[in-house]
């Protein structure tokens, strides 16, 4: 589950778009560029692309490559003699499911977050896994791993960790120096410890800055983490979510942490999803604030009563008018993809193949009226029985309301 600017949501869809489009051979062609990067040193390997091609043995295959080819060629002379800040993801190829038939698409993604990744690739498939590891950014974590002596305090989005301060304790020493009472000793450790640790909380406020933190997990060896965590010197909004036990700290220490954290992290994500979800329920069942049904949330975003919009994540639904064979028209809400050259639709009343002369996509307009009332918008995961219930029960969408 998570929440949705308008770009997010767009660059979500265009990804889901892309998922969709298979080649017939390896004729699909993706091109990651990195900000700043020099367009002159892309067209140039491009360029060299283009000759290798004409060494593929099908002509239909080599025929789409260098079509393809000549399309983002054509597309790198618009942006000028740089990247864009945040680089760009292209996509060209021929996208149609006809044999013999071609139909050269380009897509170019500019991405919410800079790429840090530059490749060319020719396959059966669109290269977007750069692209869907930047939607799994959508949320972070703080982590901490740390013992008596030392502290490494991290933050993880998607699949990247960056280490933002690693610290040393200066009150581990056991040893007392001459002249010093046993109790002025213990006292001087134990204000070097309280120091250390708020050394270290001082260091995740940094996860407070976050904007959609969904959590803090702490690991360490020994009982040192335990003592922190009921000293409890860090922001006060900060949700440790999980305590873990590990061998090391530092590097070391934060991948041992991440692996033994992987259930924690989808239990989490579950569980935000189940009171969410929960919520909803209760509205809906006491005809409180809360709706479904298309009239419903139309409605609720049309008069400013919506303040959160629920949509099942992929869903695809579409408002179509069929022409029956008599010439009748006939109204229809169809959930999944729709391809009016292979899909067959019928009509009601009237046997025979239906053709669709209008198609609207729901999904598109409700997300629309959401961004413009500035509702918003939560994806609901597939992943969980919760979510999956919502899909069903309610077609994959729903509302919360301000008022009734």
Do not use: W
């Amino acid at each position: 589950m998570s929440k949705l600017s308008k770009e997010t949501y767009e660059f979500k869809k265009q990804i889901d778009l892309l998922k969709k489009i298979k080649g017939r051979g390896t004729e699909l062609i993706s091109v990651y560029i990195t900000p700043g990067y020099a367009v002159s040193d892309i067209s140039s390997k491009l360029k060299d692309e283009y000759g290798q091609a004409s060494n593929i043995k099908s002509k239909t295959t080599q025929k789409n490559v260098q079509g393809a080819l000549d399309k983002v060629l054509q597309y790198l002379k618009t942006l000028g003699h740089k990247a864009p800040p945040k680089g760009v993801a292209i996509f060209c190829g021929n996208t149609s499911q006809r044999e013999g038939k071609q139909d050269l698409q380009l897509f170019a993604i500019i991405p919410p977050t800079p790429l840090g990744t530059q490749f060319y690739r020719c396959d059966s498939a669109f290269a977007i896994e750069p692209l869907e590891e930047m939607l799994e950014q959508t949320g972070s974590y703080g982590l901490v791993v740390m013992d008596g002596k030392e502290a490494t305090v991290a933050l993880l989005k998607g699949k990247r960790t960056k280490i933002i301060k690693k610290l040393h304790s200066t009150a581990h020493q056991k040893v007392m120096k001459g002249g010093q009472s046993a109790a002025r000793f213990d006292r001087l450790h134990t204000e070097g410890v309280e120091y250390y640790y708020k050394r270290i909380g001082e260091a995740m406020s940094t996860f407070a800055e976050e904007k959609n933190l969904k959590g803090v997990i702490i690991g360490g060896p020994g009982p040192a983490k335990e003592n922190f965590l009921r000293m409890k010197p860090f922001h006060h909004q900060l949700n440790v979510i999980g305590v873990v036990d590990t061998g090391y700290t530092e590097e070391v220490g934060l991948r041992e942490l991440l692996e033994k954290s992987q259930d924690l992290i989808s239990e989490a994500e579950a569980v935000e999803e189940k009171v969410l979800l929960d919520h909803f329920m209760r509205e809906v069942s006491t005809q409180g604030l809360a709706t479904y049904g298309l009239k419903e949330i139309r409605e609720a975003l049309e008069t400013g009563k919506a303040s959160k919009l629920l949509i099942t994540e992929g869903l695809e639904l579409h408002d179509v008018t069929l022409e029956c064979p008599d010439g009748s028209t006939e109204k229809k809400v169809i959930e999944g993809p729709i391809d009016p050259a292979t899909t067959i639709f019928k009509c009601s009343k009237v046997e025979g193949k239906a053709k669709i002369v209008k198609s609207i996509n729901i999904v598109d307009i409700l997300q629309e009226k959401a961004e413009k009332s500035g509702v918003e918008i939560e994806l609901v995961s597939t992943d969980t029985h919760d979510g999956e219930q919502f899909h069903a029960t309610f077609r994959g969408l729903g509302v919360f309301l301000r008022y009734k």
